[in-house]
């Protein structure tokens, strides 16, 4: 039994403070992602959301626990809590765009010391075939939509345990989000990746999500199962715009 | 002492008396100088002073508008050569040849910068380090007459020495045997006193507050209409031409340029004072001028016998000093000696802000009678501590030895820092005996800080009055 | 014209070209990774001189202006084992350098490093001079340049150490080039140069690859430093002029580009011993001013200098 327990773990976080300056950004959230499921945090501009995955990887001043498959990962600093799994996605996309797609991906697999990378690089340009047509580009030349693939990928990588993704919709077309967020859904049900996404476009966060929360102010004012939450009049007034 | 001593409103009445201090401390200072200190101590203050107005010049780009310019050795160099032959060749008064210098090296500034402030970055930085390298060098072309008119490797010397008029002998210190370096001083006093009041008041203009949206954020001040190289070049200009200027009172000063005297180092020099002055403020680059060159004056005098070995002052040891209180300063006070000043000041004495409807926007707690114990123990402290640590500096002060010499500096700066509060502590005592006002609930504490307050205050008055009459009897 | 005397004077002007480059690669490496200009690396670099010196002769007698080197003992060595040992002290004082002086300052603004820079400069100069002396010591050449020792070329002399000094210096530059291409640190090199935050959420321990870029430069600032102690005899302040010349050769090919501090070195090195040679009213002493005008000239034309990137910034 309490092996099941373990493996239900995902990410857990308890009374997660942050702050920059004085200014307090979050106030105490309490939230988790269950193993292999995708949990989402809603929130308007300025919420803490962003925050709220910058405090996960420890990038940001912050206090309160953070466990990973059982594991306190609040203490350690960035590039330790990738090692121990967690791929972050940031706002902005977080590609290195004087390297070359190739590179990128290598990159991505920094923190792997095995010698499957490059069966992995081939996946993930099986998957993404736009990227394997501009393997020795400059990441820096590709579109928009190509670089939040090229992201991913180079997040995935590192083979984590837990995705983060932070608006992965900003600044894409609406055929693109669709597209990106049917691959996000695909690669939770075939490899059971735990992913935890924020994102302001609740509508198809709330569709790939199981569980939900929403943020105000950096505190959680609504959580529930996605379906739940969907259905929730405020949530539909606020996001949905219903 | 968390809390601050005293809270006052920006603009009440006790505000403007801490002001008032201030600006007597400062006048003090400024009059005591000729006064009390020998002709080669003044000699030095001047060179500090020019080195003020330098730093000055600097901080307008670096600390105002966030770029780095490291070589403003050379636009000293070339205001103290212009005004040198101005003086010494076509036989100009020093006056005379001011707005034609400050106009050579704004033109100057015109030159070096346009090309280097079209680039964002660190490329100002480059083309300045050139500029103070070669400048040197350049002076010694045979070339165009170049050499002729600097003298060369040789320097030039400005032979007429710059002497009080008789109607100026009633400045403090003037006639008498330090009455050329006295005088000298009051010039340099005064260039310094007109370009501070304009410096600020060009911060404060349209064109100054453009300059410090650049440094705060560029990209945001271009979008606001900013023209970026037009504003940066001409405060460039601005600043080379403040930097020719302070050539000129170098000239002044010193009666003697030669190019060796305007190197990288001086340059470096310049930065130093900035830095530990304080970036971005005006009294940083006074202080950063002092700084420069008394620290340095200072650590010439070290002897540590090491057994085998002593290090010594005098050689290469001041620049490592100088170099590792640069890196001191960066890590644990990079807001420089006006920051820690701030500091300091605002655990003795917080100014509140007043709301539109003429309100403070927080309680305020002035020193008046009728104190806490707890405040009136730290004041009773403060209130000794000033008198006791000047009276120990004052015995310690001739024993000759490095080290009980430095404490006795130190002792002698800190009554810099507790006299003020002597002061207004005394003075509030004085203003309550005056207006009749007895606390009711006196304690003994209380009444204690008062009295010591007063004393204390009475001491720093008599000091300076003694001091100020003995060097005047002396003479 | 003499046309083997100009041949003569380019032959001549390699020599120094191959300090200039190698101490402008010094400085590009680290202006790629931490964005600073190193105003310390000449005197770094002058230190790991100071260190090869001690390795090749053992204990010298105090000189002028201090010295407490008397009193340690030194180890009489081969020079190629000095000059390992030199490069390999000199990129410890450059890792520990970032370790310790750099790294806290990680989000301090620009004018701190500067400062650190300049501040480390003046250490490090005033006790190479405690220590050492002021007076220049004697280093023998890594190379055979003696008299004779040269091969001729159409009547001019191309010696020996000019060859081996760019032998040397492309072995190198083949082992750096391999190591930023081909391996995983270089790989986290070229990415830590990039973006430092990204490179942390990929899990590369960027404080540690920093720390190895420091110690890369230094190294390279060694070799440049035990390059020139032959011919510029080695004092405290051997390096100072060095160290403008490469900051015009790293400004001159692209303050972010390897490729360019070598050509730039090459320009630098070749326009200071052929301008004076030809244009009559500069003279020797005044040969760092068409380098330093040819900079300028540069910035104006192409701001990222010959190799460098252009960097786009969003608003």
């Known amino acids: 039994m309490s092996d099941d327990v373990i493996d239900e773990v995902g990410l857990v976080a308890r009374n997660l403070h942050a702050s920059y300056g004085a200014v307090e950004v979050l106030r105490g959230l309490d939230f988790e992602v269950a193993q292999g499921k995708v949990s989402v945090i809603l929130g308007a501009n300025g919420a803490g959301k962003t925050t709220t995955l910058r405090a996960i990887c420890n990038m940001c001043n912050s206090s309160g626990d953070v466990t990973l498959g059982g594991q306190d990962i609040s203490r350690l600093g960035t590039a330790e809590i990738v090692r121990r799994g967690v791929a972050h996605v940031p706002q902005g996309r977080g590609t290195f765009p004087e390297l070359s797609v190739n590179d990128n991906l290598l990159v991505g697999a920094y923190v792997r010391k095995d010698k499957e990378v490059n069966d992995d690089i081939d996946r993930w340009f099986e998957i993404f075939p736009r990227l394997a047509e501009r393997k020795e580009q400059l990441a820096g030349s590709l579109s928009g939509g190509e670089q939040q693939m090229l992201a991913v990928a180079r997040a995935l990588m590192s083979r984590p345990k837990l995705l983060l993704l932070d608006e992965p919709s900003l600044g894409l077309a609406p055929l693109i989000i669709e597209d990106l967020f049917t691959r996000f859904i695909n690669l939770n049900k075939e490899t059971g990746l735990t992913m935890l996404v924020v994102e302001q476009n609740a509508n198809l966060a709330l569709d790939m999500a199981d569980f939900g929360y929403v943020i105000e102010s950096g505190e959680i004012t609504l959580s529930g199962p996605a379906d739940q939450l969907k259905s929730d009049p405020a949530v539909q007034e606020a996001y949905l715009g219903a | ?475 | 014209m003499d046309y083997v005397l100009l041949l003569q004077r380019i032959f001549d002007a390699l020599f120094n070209s191959a300090i200039y480059s190698s101490l402008a690669l010094a400085l590009v490496i680290i202006f790629r990774a931490t964005g600073l200009l190193n105003f310390a690396q000449g005197e770094m670099a002058t230190f790991s001189g100071y260190i090869a010196f001690v390795f090749l002769v053992g204990p010298q007698p105090r000189l002028k202006g201090g010295g407490l080197a008397g009193l340690i003992p030194g180890v009489p060595l081969s020079v190629p084992l000095a000059v390992v040992g030199a490069v390999l002290a000199g990129m410890a004082v450059g890792a520990a350098t970032e370790r310790v002086l750099i790294r806290p300052l990680r989000n301090a603004p620009e004018l701190s490093l500067v400062n650190v820079s300049i501040g480390l400069l003046l250490v490090i100069n005033s006790l190479m001079a405690q220590w050492w002396g002021t007076g220049p010591r004697v280093f023998p050449a890594l190379f055979p340049a003696g008299a004779g020792q040269n091969f001729n070329i159409f009547g001019a002399r191309l010696r020996y150490s000019t060859i081996g000094v760019w032998a040397l210096l492309f072995v190198v530059l083949v082992c750096l080039i391999f190591l930023l291409k081909r391996t995983r640190i270089g790989l986290a090199f070229r990415a830590v140069s990039i973006n430092q935050t990204n490179s942390e959420l990929v899990g590369i321990p960027v404080g540690r690859v920093l720390m190895y870029g420091w110690a890369l430069a230094a190294g390279f600032g060694a070799l440049a430093a035990c390059i020139s102690a032959n011919s510029v005899l080695l004092e405290p302040n051997m390096m100072l002029r060095v160290l403008v010349y490469a900051f015009a050769a790293a400004t001159l090919g692209g303050l972010d580009s390897p490729k360019g501090a070598l050509v730039g070195g090459v320009i630098v090195g070749l326009s200071q011993t052929l301008i004076p040679a030809y244009v009559p009213f500069i003279g020797f002493e005044l040969s760092v001013l068409p380098v330093l005008i040819a900079m300028t000239a540069v910035l104006l034309v192409r701001p990222a200098g010959l190799y460098g990137t252009k960097r786009v910034e969003r608003v």
Not at chain 2, 125 to 137: G, H, S
Not at chain 2, 416 to 422: F, H, K, R
């Open chain 2, 1 to 475: 002492m968390s809390s601050p001593l005293v809270v006052v409103a920006k603009g009440g009445a006790e505000h403007k008396r801490w002001q008032y201090v201030q600006y007597l401390y400062l006048a003090s200072f400024v009059l005591l100088v000729p006064v009390v200190l020998q002709p080669f101590e003044i000699g030095k203050m001047n060179r500090a002073l020019v080195l003020s107005v330098a730093i000055l010049a600097v901080n307008l780009v670096v600390g105002f508008n966030g770029m780095l310019a490291l070589g403003h050795s050379a636009f000293m160099g070339v205001g103290a050569f212009v005004t040198a032959s101005l003086v010494q060749d076509e036989n100009w008064d020093f006056w005379m040849a001011l707005p034609v210098v400050v106009m050579v090296g704004f033109v100057l500034g015109i030159l070096v910068g346009l090309p280097a402030l079209r680039v964002k970055g660190l490329y100002l930085a480059l083309i300045t380090i050139a500029q103070a390298t070669v400048f040197p060098t350049l002076v010694n072309i045979d070339e165009l007459g170049i050499a002729k008119r600097t003298g060369g490797p040789n320097g030039k010397g400005v032979s007429e020495e710059v002497i009080a008029p008789s109607y100026f002998e009633w400045l403090p210190g003037v006639d008498g045997a330090r009455g050329g370096s006295a005088y000298r001083y009051w010039c340099i006093i005064l260039i310094l006193g007109i370009t501070l009041l304009l410096v600020t008041n060009y911060i404060r203009s349209r064109p100054g507050r453009a300059v410090l949206a650049i440094r705060d954020n560029e990209a945001g001040a271009a979008v606001y209409g900013v023209n970026l190289p037009v504003v940066k070049t001409v405060n460039f200009a601005i600043s080379a031409g403040l930097g020719s200027l302070a050539g000129l009172m170098w000239c002044l000063d010193k009666g003697f340029v030669a190019g060796q005297d305007f190197t990288f180092l001086l340059a470096v020099d310049l930065i130093i004072g900035l830095v530990i002055g304080g970036v971005g403020t005006l009294q940083g680059s006074l202080l950063g001028g002092l700084f420069v060159v008394w620290v340095n004056d200072l650590t010439k005098r070290i002897t540590i016998p090491l057994g085998l070995y002593t290090l010594n002052g005098d050689g290469p040891l001041a620049k490592a000093i100088f170099g590792l209180i640069l890196i001191l300063f960066t890590f644990f006070a990079p807001g420089g000696i006006v920051s820690l000043a701030k500091s300091v000041q605002n655990k003795l004495i917080k100014v509140v802000p007043i709301r539109p409807d003429g309100t403070p926007a927080e309680d305020v707690d002035s020193f008046d009678p009728g104190m806490e114990s707890d405040r009136a123990q730290s004041a009773m402290k403060l209130a000794i501590l000033g008198p006791v640590l000047l009276t120990i500096g004052w015995l310690l002060m001739n024993v000759n030895n490095l080290i009980v010499g430095c404490v006795a500096f130190g002792l002698r700066f800190s009554i810099l820092v507790t006299a003020p509060v002597a002061m207004l502590v005394g003075s509030n005592e004085l203003k309550a005996l005056l207006a009749g006002r007895r606390p009711e609930s006196i304690k003994a504490q209380a009444s204690m800080a008062r009295l010591l307050g007063g004393l204390g205050f009475l001491f720093v008055l008599l000091y300076g009055l003694w001091l100020f009459k003995t060097q005047y009897s002396s003479r």
